[in-house]
């Protein structure tokens, strides 16, 4: 199983002690973080081309320690008001930007938003925004797609030459340090989103358990996946709760997914003193085809 960390440019990264499962931990000399910086054209395309391959990337030092304590206490305080539907495996609570500016200033913060631009299309918009704990010895510990598959093969191995347009990804923020596997970090089977199947429920014994990728990374690491990738929740081993704050891009075809769908109305405060950019990514799309 292989532990994959990502870095941005400029970070220092020094070997750090063995911890008690037996992993060496990076320690990150910090230099800045990403949150609110502009990207270069050509960094985006390169993580729009490792985002095509892999089906998901993984940064570190993208919010800083101020933004994560917000975004956490915004979440704990959403959770003890009132929590939705975990299913039992994870605490948590839907549309937090309705009530928590930190996130609501996640889905315009750069480079992030560049990036969802050029992944998914320019007109793209948020289409969900929830966060979570995962509590000890919880997750969402099954293989799964977030949606079914956009193509099946039927027989033979899965194609190589084809590219799939990115109708939807999931920018997953840790807002807890997840050091180790037994932390509970995003697993991930990178490619897999090219598969054309969905996944076993259950990855050991099979063909593709060694090629679990477990994005480990500090609290201010972002992993951003396709909703075609094969990836899960570790289950949460440690003696702290995970917790996570998510945002899904997707592009106009897309709809939003925000709780009860039909008929949902947004708070007027969420958009009416936003900037054209965040207008458009809370749902004020241009007009098109069906509309
Ligand atoms: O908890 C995680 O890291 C993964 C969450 C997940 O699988 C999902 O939201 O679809």
């Known amino acids: 199983m292989a532990h994959r960390r990502a870095y941005w440019g400029i970070s220092v990264i020094l070997s750090g002690p063995l911890t008690q499962a037996g992993e060496r931990n ?6 800045g973080y990403l949150a609110g910086r502009t990207v270069g054209e050509a960094e985006i395309a390169g993580w729009v081309e490792q985002f095509h391959r892999d089906g998901y990337l993984f940064l570190e030092n993208v919010l800083t320690p ?4 917000r975004l956490k206490d915004d ?10 539907n975990g299913g039992g495996v994870i605490e948590l609570h839907c549309r937090m930007f309705e009530t928590s500016d930190a ?27 929830n966060s979570f704990r995962t509590p000890l010895g919880k997750g969402i510990t099954t293989w799964h797609q977030d949606d079914a598959p956009h193509y099946c093969v039927t027989h033979g191995e899965p194609p190589t030459n084809v590219r799939l347009p990115v109708l939807l ?4 923020y840790y807002l807890t340090d997840v050091p180790t596997v037994a932390h509970g970090p995003t697993q991930v089977i990178p490619g897999s989103h090219l598969f054309g199947s969905s996944p076993p429920p259950v990855m050991e014994g099979t063909e593709w358990e060694d090629k679990i990728v477990s994005c480990l990374g500090s609290a201010g690491s972002v992993m951003m996946f396709n909703n075609q990738v094969w990836h899960r929740g570790a289950p949460n081993h440690s003696d702290v709760p995970r917790c996570m704050t998510q945002v899904s891009y997707g592009r106009r075809m897309v709809n939003h997914f925000f709780f009860p769908f039909m008929n949902y109305q947004m708070p007027a405060h969420c958009y009416e003193n936003a900037a054209p950019r965040l207008r458009r990514l809370l749902g004020f799309l241009p007009s098109g085809a069906y509309g």
């Open 169 to 172: 990804f999931t920018c997953n």
């Open 26 to 31: 990076e320690v990150v000399m910090d230099s």
């Open 66 to 69: 101020a933004m994560v304590c």
């Open 103 to 129: 996130n609501l200033h996640l889905f315009a913060m750069e480079p992030i938003v560049t990036f969802a631009e050029a992944l998914v299309e320019k007109s793209c918009h948020v289409v969900h925004n």
């Open 75 to 84: 979440l704990e305080r959403a959770l003890a008001d009132h929590q939705d």
